[in-house]
């Protein structure tokens, strides 16, 4: 065990070590943006095996432990009358195994009917309540508002909506007056997307700066580690990499 | 004219990957000191700054940390501000973590922010707590702080002296890239709370009724907003050296939406010069 705990220390755990894996992981996955190769896919599959991992060590640790196998050890050792909740709904839960059974698979729905009533029973009137805040909110005295802005940000608001809606009204042909409104519709949605858009972009560009960062902070690592990803890249396609070929009997 | 036209419209995709690639990344080194422009606080970031400036020593603060390190780069520097101008306003700070992988980047970043100057003396249990992951969805959790705070949890501690309940919070912050700030304001009316967040740039338009309504006191936005509340720290006295990680990222996003801003101009000009020539 000792052993075992030096070796994780002078390996995973040292920080030099750590910028290498680091640096390298990062560039392995950038390699897709040239193209797919075996880099990449084990520096993904790394990454999936790692985050699966720790996932369910933590979820072991501070939930399966704490609140299901201590206190059915605890029921064993000495049972209250309370321990009878903690059972039922042990039961209840591991009902949802039935699912890989085709005809059993009914036995799990009692579990899903209280998830779904709880659900629908907590959500649905704070949804309305919230729909209400927010239409409240709208319906104030239009000129008593404190800025030109808005005033002007109110109309939009209100006619944006009413238009954005009329776009999606097909009852009727859009021409005229409703063709002209659901065009200033589409017009509004459109920059809706837009804007979700661009924010969509700058938000990935951020994450991606983190990494920059990384790489930046330790280029004399990231400038070895990108020579060493490049030859690779360079012999393997030169040399090993072999287009697959497609033909009609495959394929079916 | 034709042959430029032609050569772009062929431009293989992967030019375009580097060019970005290089516009996040130079910018780090030195030479591209002249990007870094000044950019002024939107009312959003200002408020919650202001919020958390006006509590009293000693009032409890809600932090609620739902992010894993997939978005460390957007939120990190924002919960490292928040907490740290709670540190200086010698305010509690109680970290809850809705996520379980986002526990060990949180004890990352408080052993850091120990580690820096003129926050040596904080400790866990008495300026501020971390209360782990519950199995439970947010609103069971939130129906149970009402009813008893510290049991909730199964933590003690010096830190919980006169809280009993969630009503004690004076104010909550809740950080995460995805819908998750939704959970807290759906009960909001009901339990009455003030509230601030801190949320992705992908997220942040989703979040700008809240704030219109006044559910939200205010909101951080993305990197900028991070780089925000960074300046309006250091403007308050806090130490620039510790305090620039969001800033030092600015000037990649500004050489980024540069490039990007050229290869949409090129791409227009292309679509309406050969709608023009096929017209003629």
């Given amino acids: 065990m000792d052993l075992l705990n030096s070796l994780i220390d002078n390996t995973i755990m040292n920080p030099t070590v750590q910028i290498w894996m680091s640096v390298f992981f990062t560039l392995m996955m950038l390699s897709f943006l040239y193209r797919d190769n075996p880099l990449y896919k084990f520096g993904e599959h790394t990454f999936l095996g790692v985050s699966l991992g720790y996932f369910w060590f933590r979820m072991w ?65 704070v949804y309305v309540q919230l729909l209400f805040i927010q239409a409240s909110n709208m319906m ?43 065009r200033v519709g589409i017009i509004i949605l459109m920059i809706n997307f837009g804007a979700s858009f661009g924010a969509t972009v700058m938000g990935r560009i951020a994450l991606f700066i983190g990494r920059a960062q990384v790489l930046a902070d330790n280029w004399q690592v990231s400038v070895i580690a990108a020579l060493f990803i490049i030859t690779f890249l360079f012999v393997y396609f030169k040399f090993f990499y072999k287009e697959q070929e497609f033909d009609d009997e495959s394929i079916n | 004219m034709d042959t430029l036209i032609q050569k772009l419209k062929r431009i293989d995709k992967r030019w375009i990957y580097l060019m970005i690639f290089l516009s996040c990344i130079l910018p780090f080194f030195p030479g591209f000191q002249f990007l870094n422009m000044e950019f002024g606080e939107t009312k959003e970031t200002i408020a919650v700054y202001d919020n958390i400036n006006m509590l009293e020593e000693g009032d409890a603060v809600f932090v609620d940390w739902a992010f894993d390190p997939t978005l460390a780069a957007e939120l990190l520097p924002m919960v490292e501000q928040t907490v740290k101008q709670c540190f200086d306003k010698k305010l509690r700070v109680f970290i809850y973590y809705p996520v379980i992988t986002g526990m060990s980047l949180g004890e990352n970043l408080l052993e850091k922010i120990k580690g820096e100057e003129g926050y040596e003396h904080i400790e866990e249990g008495v300026h501020y707590q971390q209360l782990g992951y519950l199995p439970i969805g947010v609103d069971m959790v939130l129906f149970s702080m009402y009813s008893d ?126 709608k023009k020539r096929k017209k003629n």
């Fill in chain 2, 149 to 274: 705070f510290k049991g909730t949890f199964s933590k003690e501690g010096k830190i919980f002296d006169g809280i009993k309940t969630f009503a004690d919070m004076k104010y909550m912050m809740t950080f995460a890239g995805s819908a998750h700030p939704e959970s807290y304001i759906l009960l909001q009316r009901r339990f009455g709370f003030k509230m601030g967040t801190g949320v992705t740039a992908v997220m942040g338009p989703d979040f700008i009724p809240y704030l219109q309504t006044g559910q939200l006191d205010g909101m951080l936005f993305g990197l900028k907003g991070a780089a925000e509340y960074e300046n309006l720290r250091v403007k308050a006295g806090a130490d620039k050296k510790y305090n620039q990680k969001a800033n030092s990222g600015m000037a990649s996003l500004t050489l980024a939406h540069l490039v990007m801003f050229l290869f949409i101009g090129i791409g227009n000009f292309i679509f309406f010069f050969e």
């Fill in chain 1, 61 to 125: 640790e501070i939930t399966i432990v704490p609140y299901l196998i201590r206190p059915v050890k605890d029921a064993f050792l000495d049972f209250q009358s309370f321990d009878l909740v903690m059972i039922f709904w042990l039961a209840m839960g591991s009902t949802l195994f039935f699912r890989f059974s085709r005809k059993k698979a009914w036995v799990a729905n009692y579990y899903f009917a209280f998830i779904f009533a709880y659900f629908a029973g907590y959500i649905i009137p």
């Fill in chain 1, 140 to 182: 104030q005295p239009i000129f008593q508002l404190p800025t030109f802005f808005e005033i002007t940000k109110w109309i939009v608001i209100i006619f944006g909506t009413f238009a954005g809606l009329m776009y999606f009204f097909f009852s009727k042909p859009h021409k005229g007056l409703l063709g002209k409104t659901a």
